[in-house]
């Protein structure tokens, strides 16, 4: 089959492209990500993406755009994590379905059906609502029975590795911490000084 594959990140790519090709799939790869912030942030991931599909020789189409007010204006409102996650992986495996479509793939799919920190039950939900949509089918597969193996591959490799989701709820997510336990997560203040 000729697959579309949603790219999120390289570490994410290595299992699911691995075992793509060696199936005999014809893939290529689609990156858009305007979750994915601070800029730098989402150069870095950018750039290991193009490091893994240029040593794979995977063909890959880059929607190499920056949109971080589009991104928080779809998501700003929403009060849960899990309603942000939905708009998120909407956004993105629209995109995904639309170049699909165009191209005259058979099928899409996503890296996200890999991470173990994704809600896999809904990116496979969304996935099949918009291929029907589009006419191009969602390529169903848990890519997280990969998961150890990914990880290895993509240390091996000397990919960047990056420490959370992407957006920059996920960042807060990650790294700030409750101050005692029992307490709502939230970051001290900073201290300021007065010279």
């Not at 691995?18 to 858009?32: D, K, N, P, Y």
Request: proline share 4%; aromatic share 14%; with cysteine.
């Amino acid at each position: 089959m000729k697959i579309l594959v949603h790219v999120c990140c390289a570490p994410c790519f290595v299992y699911p492209s691995i075992v793509l090709l060696q199936e005999e799939h014809e893939i290529a790869g689609f990156f858009f990500n305007p979750n994915i912030h601070p800029y730098q942030e989402y150069q870095r991931r950018l750039a290991a993406v193009q490091q893994w599909s240029s040593a794979k020789n995977i063909r890959m189409i880059y929607r190499d755009e920056y949109l971080l007010e589009d991104f928080l204006r779809e998501v700003v409102f929403r009060e849960s994590k899990s309603s942000r996650c939905l708009v998120c992986y909407h956004l993105r495996l629209e995109a995904a379905a639309k170049v699909a479509a165009r191209g005259r793939f058979d099928s899409f799919t996503s890296t996200l059906l890999y991470s173990k920190f994704q809600n896999h039950e809904a990116v496979a939900r969304i996935g099949a609502e918009i291929g029907e949509r589009y006419g191009v089918p969602f390529y169903y597969r848990d890519f997280r029975q990969g998961w150890k193996e990914g990880i290895l591959q993509s240390k091996e490799f000397g990919l960047y590795r990056q420490q959370y989701c992407g957006c920059i709820y996920s960042e807060k997510e990650r790294y700030c911490h409750p101050l005692t336990e029992g307490k709502t997560a939230h970051c001290p203040p900073m201290e300021t000084k007065v010279a």
